[in-house]
């Protein structure tokens, strides 16, 4: 059993960064793709970007190529995505994600949750 803790949201101007981090626990943590994903109110939970066990591999939903990346930290558990370029439509709540399988980009198919962190651009 994984569990996910998310921190790093908060308001930020349209232009500016943010970093999100997610602490892992209760598992291996290199035993899991990750993922990040976000959820804007009355809409559905949408996927972000995805990092491989060993971190080598990343994919990026295309709304965010070449704004966010993710990486990830095995020797300490967390995961991270630092978002630049931030728009006022990147506004929601973003989630963590956990599974053994790397790829998925439906939230339906994550084993792993944590509880969000919002996260809030002013235009």
């Known amino acids: 059993q994984v569990q996910l803790v998310e921190s790093g949201g908060g308001l930020v101007q349209a232009g500016g960064s943010l970093r999100l981090s997610c602490a892992a626990s209760?598992?291996?943590?290199?035993?899991?793709?990750m993922a990040w994903f976000r959820q804007a109110p009355g809409k559905e939970r949408e996927f972000v970007a995805a990092i491989t066990r060993g971190g080598y591999g990343r994919n990026f939903a295309t709304f965010v190529k070449g704004r966010f990346n993710i990486s990830r930290d095995n020797a300490k558990n967390t995961v991270s995505l630092q978002m630049s370029s931030l728009k006022p439509e990147d506004t929601a709540v973003y989630y963590c994600?956990?599974?053994?399988?790397?790829?998925?980009?439906?939230?339906?198919?994550?084993?792993?949750w944590g509880q969000g962190t919002q996260v809030t651009v002013s235009s």
């Open positions: 209760g598992g291996i943590f290199r035993n899991y793709a």
């Open positions: 994600a956990a599974d053994p399988q790397y790829g998925l980009e439906n939230a339906g198919e994550y084993d792993y």
